[in-house]
């Protein structure tokens, strides 16, 4: 049909992120339908199933532990409702490949291993649903930018450092919106 606009409709989990809401404010002000969960019991795949219809892109931000958990259930819930994702986007972080140069602080975790594995396996689980995806691999959060954006393929070698949210959200949007990143897990700091 000529002179009507498709609105690509995006689960977005993890809203209370400081990053996803800063995506939010990007995917609304593009008229993309975005659409929020309710974040109670994740790990029971009957929590997506209302929120899964015709979405097509799914961005998670959640975390930062049992990230794996509520992905088993999320793609279980997904093979439920049939549903035929374009693009699923995850925010993990750097240190899950082992490529920093030096550590970093993983704020409100107790377990870094424990973490790192949690994640480790939620970005396998991805990987297996063969859809096209991109893993973002930010340092340490911090609120305000503060230079420039550099990224890093999986494998290659990354300083430690800071990025802020909005650098982060920005590369997110990019993965969509510019059809950046396919198939990648890409890290992510500022200098």
Known sequence: MYGVDIVEKILVLGKN??????????????????????????????SYTKYLSNVEIIYSFLGPMDVDLYFEALFESINDCRINLRKFIM??????????????????????KEY?????????????YEIPYTILRPVELVENTFGKTYLYEEGQLMPAGKVSTAAVAKVAYDALQHHKYNNASIGIVEK
């Open 91 to 112: 925010c993990s972080t750097a240190g899950v490949d082992k490529e920093l140069e030096n550590p970093i602080d993983y704020p409100k975790v107790k377990d870094v």
């Open 116 to 128: 790192l594995n949690e994640q480790r396996y939620a970005i396998k689980i991805v990987d297996e």
């Open 17 to 46: 992120n400081l990053i996803a809401r800063k995506l939010i404010i990007m995917l609304e002000r593009n008229n993309f339908d975005v659409v929020t969960i309710d974040e109670k019991n994740l790990s029971d795949k009957n």
